[in-house]
């Protein structure tokens, strides 16, 4: 049975004093029922927006879908947002995604059946789950359900075809056979969903405990190819060859590579699941030896890889650790690499993203059915580990700027970073050590002898 909070209670008994119902509803009486903590609550009521603005006057109503935004406080410095939704019942959707008109329902039963998933679509009055499509049972099977006939439920929003999988992902459910055709069969539909609202339900699978299954779900019901084609087209790329040892299709790897990552970071994720897509495009078998190469396919990628963060609508920074890390990856260890070279592949992959590349790279390996690591590869680690113990920018020195004008009586301009910069450069050598005494006197030395 599930226990609301006394202030939910309190909530809710308003609207129980002026004769209304009101219900606890979707995803709060699911995640109850899974015995998950719950922060979030959503009410269905049969009162009307204009009756519960007058209940709660600084109420928020911006909407044409019956939704009441309640701010509630719980603390002096913690606040609660409610929603709060009068019944609603089925009507037309003109672009698959939103009713041409908002018709109100007289009962709880014309709400809940418009719902998209059994498993959402139960109500709880404080006392009795209500729960009229079998939603209890679907979360004991461990099945997601589309509530009623599942192809009205896709036309009507088409983003529930990949909530579907969503949910999927982060439940650990499966999805039911004839709700699953139906997702297969509508799959064209997620093109009338914008991209921000893809994005939002791809991450979240990215994220979730199950991502590989999130992701090999798309690819069954026909949605991978509607939303990451560049993905979907690399299970044609063969990689077994002579001298390979690839033993996998090119989006078998990349799934596999997803399976192993143990980050829930969505955008390292997602650059686990894009690094070789550049082999699309560099794919090369010789006629006479058998022997397959994707020569800079990582560069490639990296192209690809920015036009697939302008069409999920990335942020800059999530751009640039996407791209970075698929640009990259591609990165050789080696016990003859120079001190030179290891400066060159942190500078390139930046400090920030060198955990996320080596999480990368661990996955890239199970991926391929090789071994989680190798001594080559810890060793690199550890040289990386000992280099980024030394400065790596001029803003690395022990001294700054004002140093410099103080000791040389200079004014503010290009001449000081001049000098940082040589100073700099004799740090990176080793010529100078980056201790502040020491590097004082270097400046105090320049000063003496432009004196002479």
């Not at 069969?185 to 994005?199: D, H, P, Q, V």
């Not at 022997?291 to 990628?301: A, C, K, M, P, S």
């Not at 920015?306 to 990165?331: D, G, M, P």
Request: charged content about 30%; overall charge positive; glycine content about 4%.
């Amino acid at each position: 049975m599930i226990k609301l909070p006394e202030y939910v209670l309190k909530f809710m008994q308003k609207f129980w004093d002026l004769g209304y119902e009101i219900y606890v509803v979707g995803g709060a009486v699911r995640d109850a029922l899974l015995g998950k903590t719950v922060d979030n609550y959503d009410f269905t009521t049969n009162a009307l927006p204009e009756q519960i603005l007058k209940l709660f006057p600084d109420a928020s109503y911006q909407n044409n879908y019956g939704t009441v935004l309640i701010s509630h406080t719980l603390s002096s410095d913690k606040r609660i947002l409610f929603e709060v939704t009068t019944f609603r019942k089925e009507s037309k959707y003109a672009d698959f995604r939103h009713p041409e008109e908002v018709v109100w329902a007289d009962t709880l039963k014309e709400d809940l059946e418009r719902r998209d998933f059994t498993i959402n679509a139960m109500a709880f009055d404080g006392k009795t789950i209500i729960d009229l499509f079998g939603g209890r049972q679907d979360l004991k099977n461990k099945i997601i359900r589309a509530v009623g006939d599942p192809d009205k439920r896709f036309s009507e929003d088409a983003l529930r075809l990949i909530r579907a999988v969503r949910f999927a992902s982060q439940l650990g459910f499966m999805i039911e056979p004839k709700t699953a055709e139906s997702i297969k069969k509508n799959a064209k539909l997620i093109k009338n969903i914008s991209w921000e609202r893809i994005r939002d339900e791809f991450l979240k699978i990215l994220s979730s405990d199950y991502p590989y299954e999130g992701v090999m779900f798309l690819h069954n019901l026909n949605l991978l190819v509607q939303i990451l084609p560049e993905v979907e087209q690399s299970f044609s790329v063969e990689q077994k060859s002579p001298m390979r040892h690839h033993i996998y299709d090119v989006g078998t790897h990349l799934l596999l590579s997803l399976k192993y990552c143990r980050k829930k970071d969505p955008i390292l994720r997602f650059a686990v699941l894009l690094h070789d897509i550049g082999k699309l495009k560099t794919y090369h078998k010789d006629e006479k030896t058998g022997l397959i190469t994707f020569y800079n396919h990582e560069v490639v990628g990296y192209i690809m890889a920015k036009k697939i963060a302008k069409r999920f609508r990335l942020s800059k920074e999530q751009t640039k650790k996407l791209t970075t890390l698929v640009r990259f990856h591609q990165f050789t260890v080696s016990e003859r690499q120079s001190d030179k070279a290891i400066r060159r592949f942190i500078r390139n992959v930046g400090k920030e993203y060198l955990e996320d590349m080596f999480e990368l790279r661990r996955a890239d390996r199970l991926g391929s059915s090789a071994k989680e690591t190798s001594w080559r590869l810890e060793l690199f680690k550890q040289r990386v580990n000992q280099m980024l113990q030394e400065p790596f920018t001029v803003s690395d020195l022990k001294i700054d700027g004002y140093d410099v004008m103080k000791i040389l009586g200079i004014s503010p301009g290009p001449k000081v970073g001049k000098v940082l910069q040589s100073v700099f450069e004799k740090v990176e050598t080793k010529e100078l050590p980056n201790d502040r005494e020491k590097l004082l006197d270097y400046l105090n030395s320049l000063k003496k002898a432009e004196s002479k």
